[in-house]
């Protein structure tokens, strides 16, 4: 009977370990399918064209020479490589301002003749209409439609993804605040969480210890909203006054929050690691009249490196993944930060933020996966490398 009861808990235990690894496969496969579908997706609004005079030669445009043309930063079209034209955008809602009801229709069915009789007769124009309402073209001459490519998206330094006609999915600016704000927060909460690691375990008596520790271990529990709150109302003021900022919302905000929040978990596994370093190996070296400072750095730090750098990494995880704290305290302004005093959004809290409102199954969404996948290939660097780093730490301790 025992013999049974052990075989079912065994099946049991390889069915959990196989649906699980087969559920995190199933959500990776999901997310990466989910993902790459941005790339087979038009530049152009769907359902839309971009229609030119016949004599334009401009045949294609890349989103943001789209976006620069129709928020007039671009007026002439010899800075797209045509001809000495200025540029004269036109959008379906203008076509009132050509024709009146009676000439449209009263359904607009005379709609399309009149757009393409505007086209043929305005030579620097750039229509931006609905695909249906071309009903001659051969009056008109198309934008090419070319799908969104790799550039656009990695090397793109805007992201505008409601932008019209052409949304812009640069993703530099949020893959940049990320790392920005997790760097800083990880510069910040190392020495901390690393000191008073060594303080509990080297230095402190065993009662202050029985308390201290708890107490840390207590503020991991804490809702990140709740620290979110607390930067907002304490850190960000604190950062506009003593910086003379116009606002307090910064990468530098996010960066201590993320610190705070990141504090218990890089405090608990080092000092756990810390006090597993053998007895006998800290005998050892102040028998040999090390004090008891070089014992510390000489002896217990390098025996502790694996587990000091697995706080660290999971300290990182924790900044880098962060969603609501930094949402609140970031200031959320999708640029690439040039210092950590500025403004700036995160992958997590882009994430987090349009979700809710990207149309599902199209480009917004498919965007949004992408992040969910570049945030994915972060994590997975950061802990091949700190495994790394922690390989070779223990080799140099042997």
């Known amino acids: 009977m025992k013999k049974v009861l052990e075989k079912i808990i065994e099946g049991i ?3 959990s370990g196989f649906v699980t690894s087969i559920t995190i496969v199933l959500i990776i496969v999901f997310l990466f399918s989910q993902a790459f579908g941005l790339f087979s997706s038009k530049i152009i609004e769907e359902g839309y064209v971009l229609a030119l ?6 045949s294609q445009l890349t989103p943001l020479q789209i976006k620069n043309v129709f928020d007039e930063e671009i007026t002439n079209w010899k800075e797209l490589g045509g001809e000495d034209l200025p540029i004269q955008v036109f959008r379906l809602e203008d076509l009132t301002h050509y024709y009146s009801e009676a000439e449209l229709g009263e ?9 393409a009789e505007l086209i043929e007769k305005t030579p620097g124009i750039v229509a ?5 309402f071309v009903t001659h073209p051969d009056k008109v001459h198309l934008i090419k439609d070319n799908t969104i490519s790799l550039k656009d998206v990695f090397a793109g330094a805007e992201w505008f993804p409601t932008a019209t006609p052409a949304p812009l999915f640069g993703f530099l600016p949020l893959i940049t605040g990320t790392l920005w704000v997790s760097l800083f927060a990880i510069l910040i909460a190392l020495p901390f969480g690393l000191s008073v690691s060594i303080y509990m375990s080297e230095v402190a008596n065993p009662r202050v210890r029985s308390w201290l520790k708890p107490l840390i271990e207590l503020l991991s529990g804490i809702p990140s909203v709740v620290y979110g709150f607390f930067g907002l109302i304490v850190i960000v003021p604190l950062i506009q006054k003593v910086f003379d900022l116009p606002v307090g919302e910064s990468g530098l905000a996010g960066s201590v929050v993320l610190a705070i929040m990141a504090l218990p978990t ?6 756990d690691a810390m006090r597993n370093c053998p007895r006998a190996m800290r005998e050892a070296s102040l028998a040999l009249g090390a004090s008891q400072w070089q014992t510390i750095y000489k002896v217990v730090i390098p025996y502790s490196i694996s587990g000091i750098t697995s706080g660290v990494v999971l300290g990182i995880g924790r900044a880098i993944g962060e969603t609501m704290a930094v ?3 970031t200031g959320n302004a999708a ?4 210092t ?3 403004p700036l959004r995160t992958i997590p809290a882009t994430i987090a933020a349009e979700l809710g409102e990207a149309p599902a199954g199209g480009p917004h969404y498919q965007a949004l996966f992408l992040l969910g996948v570049v945030l994915f290939f972060i994590t997975l660097i950061i802990n091949f490398s700190v495994e790394y780093i922690s390989s070779k730490g223990v080799k140099r301790s042997k």
């Open 107 to 115: 359904a607009y069915e005379n709609a399309g003749a009149k757009i």
């Open 340 to 342: 950590i005093l500025e």
């Open 327 to 329: 949402l609140m305290v």
């Open 335 to 338: 640029v690439i930060p040039t």
């Open 266 to 271: 890089i405090i608990t596994v080092t000092e």
């Open 128 to 132: 931006f209409i609905p695909q249906k």
């Open 53 to 58: 005079n016949q004599q334009n030669k401009v």
């Open 13 to 15: 235990l390889t069915c």
